[in-house]
């Protein structure tokens, strides 16, 4: 067992043949439990939507029937999966759905079962809005300070950002000089969205900026617009990494600051809210997600970065403190509390393995007794040496070179004794002219290939 291997709690695949990214993971407590106990949600790209709950017997389990809540098909692809105050007049949390043409708002709950087959789980349409271009991603956060409610911003395809409160739309805006789409994030202290444009510049936009700036009905200006008449979409602050990003995660320690963190391809960049690099680190190794968490240690921050070796990196600020090897290449990683076990890393692989992990290691039951240390006797272990070589040599006196003991594989010799003289002398040696020898021939039996024969001379 390798000390630096991510444990398995809970493990299990989804589906078959389903695509999976970065936005298809999410862990918050869906359908409101109050239990303070996440849910895992996981949208795929062939339109399934699944809720976990795990709650394996023994670490090590696989999925379980019943750890699976719900598990609906939709009719879209799934690009992300967010849960936040959604829906206006209540603070319950809510499922925002994207797809590619559409964003859904869904309400989850459960209703406790008659029978063993335990709870059931629905989801409820809330609200939906057709998208007039081609979703990529979104973000979402109290846009302009507002309380109690969450706002929903979606970037397209084409670089315009969408923004809705709640049930209704409320403006749409092109960035400007936009040729590709990059992460997106919201930044609560700044009220400001974060993005990576294609020239690989990390762009600040102030929701205030965004939402007095001139109505984006369509992506080229308007001679008017060119002449002055309205406000033009200007950026906050860049910042050229050189690279471009894969993703964008903000992490507010206090009211007072707040940093954004930008994982490159080749670098992991800390930023403070104001575009300045706080600190960079050069990977090793090609990144495919990360998340950052706060760390224990007062002003720095603890950041997960998976890559495309099936190796999770847990750095505090550029040092790193751990390597755990996982089962597949995660392209999205997230930490929550599953079932009173705070701490838990949730990954997920493109092709659907869906892994809940700790780090660590499994305590040994077995303990080696302690030996017990005595100092050496020297002449205690000379006499005993005496005595043992004294044995010896009695034992070969006695037994000689070869043991006397039979063996199995010794050559054994039966003889048969005639009680008749032969009758014909088989003595040997007798002079010409001397008298009958009489002699008696003792043969071994017919089995045994050697033939012996002994001759009883009498004695004159």
């Not at 950002?161 to 936009?178: D, I, N, T």
């Not at 950052?292 to 403190?321: F, R």
């Not at 077995?366 to 040496?385: G, H, I, M, T």
Request: aromatic letters at 8%; charged letters at 20%.
């Amino acid at each position: 067992m390798s000390l630096f291997k991510a444990r398995d709690w809970w493990s299990t695949v989804l589906g078959e043949k389903e695509e999976f990214d970065q936005g298809c993971l999410c862990l918050a407590d869906v359908d409101n439990s109050g239990n303070g106990q996440d849910k895992i949600i996981v949208g795929s790209y062939m339109g399934y939507l699944r809720i976990f709950n795990p709650h394996p017997v023994k670490t090590g389990d696989g999925a379980q029937a019943e750890d699976l809540l719900l598990e609906v098909q939709l009719r879209d692809p799934i690009l992300q999966v967010e849960v936040g105050q959604f829906v206006s007049g209540t603070e319950m949390l809510h499922l925002a759905v994207l797809h590619s043409r559409k964003l859904c708002v869904y309400s989850v709950s459960g209703t406790l079962g008659n029978v063993e087959h335990g709870n059931q789980y629905q989801i409820k349409l809330m609200y939906e809005h057709n998208l007039q271009r081609t979703a990529c991603n979104m973000t979402y956060g109290s846009f302009g300070g507002v309380k109690g409610r969450d706002l929903i911003c979606i970037q397209s395809m084409d670089g315009m950002l969408m923004v809705f409160e709640q049930e209704s739309y409320a403006f749409g805006r092109f960035l400007p000089g936009s040729l590709l789409p990059g992460p997106l994030a919201y930044s609560s202290r700044t009220d400001s969205f974060i993005t990576v444009s294609s020239c690989r510049q990390v762009e600040s936009y102030k929701y205030q900026v965004l939402a007095f700036a001139t109505d984006a009905d369509k992506r080229q200006e308007t001679e008017q617009q060119k002449l002055g008449s309205g406000k033009r979409l200007v950026v906050d602050w860049t910042l050229n990494i050189g690279e471009q990003a894969l993703d964008i995660c903000i992490m507010s320690f206090n009211q007072s600051a707040s940093s954004v963190f930008v994982l490159g391809e080749r670098n992991f960049f800390c930023l403070k809210d104001n575009g300045q690099i706080q600190f960079m680190k050069k990977l090793d190794c090609s990144p495919s997600c990360f998340l950052p968490y706060c760390s224990v240690s007062e002003g720095t921050v603890n950041t997960l970065i998976g890559n495309h070796n099936s190796l999770l990196h847990v750095y505090q600020d550029v040092t790193l403190k751990w390597a755990s090897q996982l089962p597949h290449v995660p392209v999205a990683v997230r930490v929550g509390s599953l079932r009173d076990l705070k701490g838990v890393i949730v990954t997920l692989s493109e092709d659907g393995h869906l892994q809940c992990s700790y780090l660590g290691t499994d305590p040994s039951l077995f303990q080696a007794p302690k030996v017990e240390s005595r100092e050496l006797n020297y002449d205690a272990l000379d006499a005993e040496l005496k005595e043992l070589q004294k044995i010896i040599k009695d034992v070969n006196k006695s037994q000689g070179v070869w043991p006397m003991t039979e063996r199995e594989d010794d050559l054994k010799i039966s003889a048969m004794v005639s009680p008749n003289l032969d009758s014909v002398s088989q003595a040997p040696d007798v002079e010409v002219g001397t008298d009958h020898v009489p002699s008696v021939t003792v043969k071994q039996p017919r089995y045994i290939s050697m033939h012996v024969s002994i001759t009883i001379n009498p004695v004159n």
